[in-house]
């Protein structure tokens, strides 16, 4: 069993993440969290939020910051008036090139397919997922039995769908079948979910289940600007559910049908933009590594000049080395001021700035450039889930533990008394209740203590405080580390600042 069979497993059976609907047959590409997942999820959101927008200081500098700056909140609507989507571009470019399968009847991103042959002219091909190394060995199995050898297959190329022509599609075995030529050619296909406002289904009522959190901040810019008393340079953040139809939801929770962003506009003036996406370019990467992300599976990789979207002049993603390969976590882009000019002409509203306030400069109305970090929450969810996945042995005892940060995990404290008599449970549940007034704090007197050991490393919970006989005499209790198992005697008066301590290390 690899190492993401194994997550997904724990993930069901500790009650992280769970398929939705399950006792339906579940739906492809949507997941419920469960009772620690969704305090996990949820302390990813509080984190990235105190640290990028509450915990803000908007009168000193912050390390490697061009200058000092503000930070503001929105939570926008998911529906928005469709014109939105069309200012945007969604309406009308926002598609991937889509392919049916006739015989399987299955649909296809056509970018994400690639081909197998000795010679891509002459054919035959067989076609299967980019990047997925078991379908590659399956693709390589198909090739030799349609050339009816059993000899290893040399000099193979593999080469993308798309690079291989209209013309050559009747030569390419499709992903599901054994037989070519059940492609159809390669379509446009939207990816925003359609529904209607109202009581009537016709094209007057037709809006959009929001693809991204950025637009509702942007047609918002200038009530921002209104009521918050901002200056520039500024942001503007945002948490907030979107949605994408999603054609072949994979990976288990990485690409979804239905995601939470963690979203970014970051407004300055365009002589200072490129130092401004420095700064958040390497402080979006750091914050991923300060949480427990290891430098070496984590990647800031700069986008090639042909990568660029027409708008952007620069763009970097931070990538994570996950069991099924390296992909995306968080994008950083300096997009100019493309998205407040398609806005304004759109709407017909003036989205400038008017800085009043410029030291020995006229005053000014401009557009503000942006610099967006744009953040997945499922996405980082699952990469602090891959990262804290560890096994190890203890005792020579072989164990399952979830290495969380202790600011994410979602049980910060376990409350143990030893066994059920002489008092024990009294005082546990009375440090229990004091604990509880400041974290998620679990109590459990059922089992051995090494049991409720396991039960809590494999729940992520980075703290045991175990209340035995010498409580009762000298008032202090074990309180156990969870990566390291050494336990240390504290004071019950001392229990909550050590714990506190530990926690924000």
């Given at each position: ?26 739906l ?11 305090e ?43 014109r939105?989507?069309?200012?945007s ?22 970018d ?51 690079d ?10 499709g ?16 990816l ?20 991204e ?34 054609i ?6 990485f ?25 958040w ?5 750091k ?15 700069e ?8 708008y952007?002049s ?15 976590l ?18 017909g509203?003036d989205?400038q ?6 030291a ?19 996405r ?14 203890i005792g ?12 994410l ?52 919970t ?31 008066d ?12």
């Amino acid at each position: 069993m690899d190492l993401m069979e194994k997550l997904v497993s724990l993930c069901k059976r500790r009650g992280f993440i769970f398929p939705s609907s399950e006792i339906y047959g579940g739906l492809n590409g949507c997941w419920d969290y469960g009772p620690l997942g969704v305090e996990l999820k949820r302390n990813i959101k509080n984190v990235w939020w105190h640290d990028m927008v509450v915990g803000h200081d908007d009168l000193a500098v912050l390390p490697g910051a061009p200058s000092p700056y503000s930070m503001v909140g929105l939570d926008c609507s998911i529906l928005m008036n469709p014109r939105v989507w069309e200012a945007s571009g969604h309406v009308g470019g926002f598609s991937d090139p889509m392919i049916d399968c006739t015989e399987s009847k299955k649909r296809y991103r056509a970018d994400q397919l690639v081909v197998l042959a000795l010679d891509v002219k002459e054919g035959p091909m067989v076609a299967f997922a980019e990047g997925d190394d078991e379908a590659q060995k399956g693709a390589e199995k198909r090739l030799a039995k349609l050339l009816k050898t059993k000899a290893p297959l040399e000099g193979l190329q593999i080469v993308p769908l798309l690079d291989v022509g209209k013309e050559n599609f009747e030569k390419v075995v499709g992903p599901d079948v054994a037989k070519p030529g059940t492609l159809t050619e390669p379509r446009a296909f939207n990816l925003m979910f359609k529904t209607h406002v109202g009581a009537l289904e016709d094209s007057s009522s037709v809006a959009y289940l929001r693809p991204e959190t950025a637009q509702g901040i942007f047609v918002n810019f200038k009530n921002v600007c209104d009521t918050a008393r901002v200056r520039i340079p500024f942001g503007i953040a945002q948490i907030g559910k979107s949605f994408r139809n999603e054609i072949n939801p994979r990976n288990f929770t990485f690409r979804s049908r239905e995601f939470e962003q963690m979203e970014i506009e970051f407004f300055c003036t365009a002589e200072n933009a490129d130092q401004w996406y420095e700064h958040w370019r390497e402080r979006r990467y750091k914050w991923y590594v300060d949480l427990g992300l290891k430098s070496e599976r984590l990647i800031l990789r700069e986008h090639c000049a042909d990568e660029l979207a027409h708008y952007a002049s620069g763009c970097a993603d931070v990538e994570y080395e996950f069991p099924f390969g390296v992909s995306e976590l968080e994008g950083i882009a300096n997009r100019t001021d493309f998205d407040l000019k398609q806005h304004m002409e759109y709407s017909g509203r003036d989205l400038q700035f008017f800085d009043d306030q410029i030291a020995d400069k006229e005053k000014r109305r401009f557009v503000p450039y942006v610099i967006e970090p744009s953040a997945g929450a499922d996405r980082a969810t699952l990469a602090f889930l891959c990262e804290a996945y560890t096994e190890d042995e203890i005792g020579g005892e072989k164990r399952t533990v979830m290495k969380f940060h202790p600011k994410l995990a979602p049980i910060k404290v376990a409350v143990l008394p030893l066994v059920k008599k002489d008092g024990m449970p009294e005082k546990a549940a009375e440090i229990y209740r004091r604990l509880r007034k400041r974290w998620s704090v679990f109590f459990d007197d059922k089992g051995a203590i090494g049991r409720r050991y396991r039960r809590q490393d494999e729940a992520g919970t980075p703290f045991c405080v175990t209340i035995d006989g010498q409580t009762l005499d000298d008032g202090t209790v074990t309180l156990r580390d969870r990566d390291s198992t050494e336990q240390t005697r504290v004071a019950v008066d001392e229990l909550e600042a050590q714990v506190a301590e530990r926690i924000n290390a």
